[in-house]
C-alpha cells in the first residue's frame, strides 16, 4: 500500500505543479497584452494645376508618387495591463513611415512622433502623459466626412492652415472622463518647458461628445501659443492659432452616415479661416463602400479670400486587410487663398480651379 501511495505521489504532484504554473502563466497573459499594428499605404497622384513653391506660379499638370494617399503609413505598438480593482496601465507608441523613400514621415519629426503616452484607465476616467492628438483634432476626425483622407478632406484643410500644430502634441496631460448620460469630455495641456515663461509654447485644448444611438455632436476648442524659445520638436507643432468647432453626425441602420461641421482656425498674422463642410458615406456591399464631402473655407480677415474643395472616394476591400482605392478632387481658390489637393505632394494649390485623381493600394496588419 505503501508503494502505491508512493507512485501516485510521485506521478500525480509533479502534475499539479504543471497545472498550477500553466495556470499562473495564464492568467498573467490575460492581465497582459501588447499588440503590433500598422498601416502601409501609397497611390499614383495626378494634379492639372500644380504650384511652384519658388515663383509662386503654376508649374501645369503633374503625375508623382503620393506616399500615404488615403491614411498615413505608420507602425506602432500599444499594451495595457490589469492592475486590479478595474484600473488598467496603458501605453502606445506609433511612428510615421514614407514608404517613397523610408524616412521618418507623418508626425512632428521624431521616431515616435505621432504617438507615446503612458496612461491609467478607471471607473473615473483615463490619464495619459506624452505625445498626443489634441482633443480639437479628434473632433474634427470624428465629423469628417472622408474620414480625414491624405486626399480631398477635411484634414488637407487643417494641415494647410497650421501644418500638424494641435494634432502631434508634446508634453501634454490628457483627462478623458467616463461617458455619463451619454455626455463625454476630453481636457489636454501641454507645457512648453522654458524656464521663467511658463506661456511659452504652452497648448491647452477641449472637447465635449454627446452620444445617443448613431448620434454624435461634438463641441471643441484649441488655443497654442508661440514656442519662443521653448523646446520644439524637428517639425514646430507650436503655431500660435485658436481653433474651434462644432458639428454632429448620424449613423443611419443602412450603413449610411451623414456629417456636418463648422471649424475656424484663427492664426496669428495670418488667415482667420472658416471652414463649413459636410457629406456622407456608404457601405455599398461588404467589401465596396464610396464616400464624399465638400469644403468651403472663408477668410473673416478679408472676405475676397475663399475656396471651395470637393472630394470623393471608393474602396474595394480585397481582404480583410488589403483594400484598393480611388479618390477624385476638385479644388477652387479666389483671393489668396491656397487650398491644395492632398497633404502629400499638393498640400498647397494655385489660385482658380484644379482636378485631382488619386489610385492606391492600402495594406493594415
Known amino acids: 500500500m505503501n508503494q502505491r501511495r508512493k507512485i501516485a505521489r510521485d506521478i500525480v504532484a509533479p502534475l499539479i505543479v504543471l497545472v498550477c504554473q500553466s495556470a499562473v502563466v495564464n492568467t498573467a ?3 497582459s497584452s501588447v499588440t503590433l499594428y500598422g498601416i502601409v499605404d501609397g497611390s499614383i497622384l495626378y494634379t492639372s494645376h500644380t504650384l511652384n513653391t519658388k515663383t509662386g506660379g503654376d508649374s501645369g499638370s503633374r503625375v508623382a508618387f503620393a506616399d500615404s494617399g488615403s491614411f498615413p503609413t505608420v507602425f506602432g505598438m500599444r499594451g495595457s495591463e490589469d492592475l486590479g480593482g478595474g484600473v488598467r496601465a496603458l501605453f502606445n507608441l506609433e511612428s510615421g513611415v514614407s514608404i517613397a523613400n523610408g524616412a521618418l514621415a507623418h508626425s512632428n519629426g521624431n521616431l515616435f512622433g505621432r ?6 484607465d478607471s471607473a473615473y476616467g483615463v490619464v495619459k502623459a506624452g505625445v498626443q492628438f489634441s482633443p480639437f483634432f479628434q473632433s474634427l476626425f470624428a465629423l469628417d466626412p472622408r474620414d480625414g483622407s491624405f486626399f480631398g478632406s477635411g484634414f488637407v484643410n487643417y494641415a494647410d492652415n497650421v501644418s500638424v500644430t494641435g494634432v502631434f502634441n508634446a508634453n501634454s496631460i490628457t483627462y478623458t472622463s467616463p461617458e455619463i448620460a451619454g455626455l463625454q469630455t476630453t ?13 511659452a509654447g504652452r497648448q491647452y485644448s477641449a ?4 452620444h445617443l444611438g448613431g ?13 519662443d524659445g521653448a523646446a520644439t520638436t524637428p517639425v514646430p507643432t507650436t503655431t500660435p492659432f485658436a481653433g474651434r468647432m462644432l458639428g454632429a453626425s448620424y449613423r443611419f441602420p443602412n450603413e449610411l452616415t451623414v456629417k456636418a461641421s463648422y471649424a ?8 482667420d479661416s472658416q471652414v463649413y463642410s459636410g457629406g456622407a458615406s456608404y457601405g455599398l456591399t461588404s467589401s465596396v463602400s464610396i464616400d464624399a464631402g465638400v469644403w468651403y ?9 475663399h475656396s471651395i474643395l470637393v472630394g470623393s472616394g471608393v474602396s474595394m ?15 477652387d481658390n479666389h483671393g489668396h487663398m491656397n487650398t491644395g489637393l492632398s497633404v502629400s505632394n499638393a498640400l498647397y494649390g494655385v489660385s482658380g480651379s484644379t482636378v485631382g485623381v488619386t489610385l492606391g493600394l492600402r495594406h493594415l496588419f
Open 297 to 305: 473655407t472663408r477668410d473673416g480677415n478679408d472676405s475676397a479670400n
Open 215 to 227: 448620434l454624435l455632436v461634438s463641441a471643441a476648442m484649441y488655443n497654442g501659443n508661440a514656442a
Open 115 to 120: 504617438r507615446a503616452w503612458v496612461g491609467i
Open 187 to 199: 481636457g489636454m495641456i501641454a507645457i512648453g518647458g522654458l524656464a521663467g515663461n511658463f506661456q
Open 207 to 210: 472637447n465635449l461628445n454627446y
Open 317 to 331: 476591400a480585397l481582404s480583410k486587410q488589403t483594400s484598393l482605392y480611388g479618390q477624385v478632387g476638385y479644388v
Open 264 to 271: 475656424l482656425y484663427k492664426v496669428t498674422g495670418s488667415f
Open 29 to 31: 497573459q490575460a492581465q
